[in-house]
């Protein structure tokens, strides 16, 4: 036979561990769609995986012409390079690569 204050000590855990879920809910949400939440962070981290690879691509396209020429590489081989990565502005003082959602801005 259950007497009533045992009743009410149910009762009180069963809503003291609601809460506590609840809460623990609240902090998971956040941690990951906050502003620096994992989700942002993932999204960060394939965009710097991206640029490193376009600018690992075009070092190893720069030694190739490099090995071609005997150490010495072109103007017009360099910017012929990047080109072929994305648009170079008509000054030619700020040279953007371009791929899929990539930047790499080069002054």
Partial sequence: MVRKNERGITLIAL????????????VTIVAISGD?????????????????????????????????????IYE???YEILRNYGTISEDEKIITTVRGNCFQNRK
């Fill in 36 to 72: 620096n939440g994992i989700l942002v962070q993932a999204s960060r981290a394939k965009q710097e995986s991206e640029k490193a690879k376009i600018i690992e691509q075009i070092r190893l396209e720069i030694m190739e012409k490099q090995t071609e020429n005997e150490g010495v």
């Fill in 15 to 26: 809503v003291i561990s609601i809460i506590v879920l609840l809460i623990l809910a609240g």
């Fill in 76 to 78: 017009d081989d360099f």
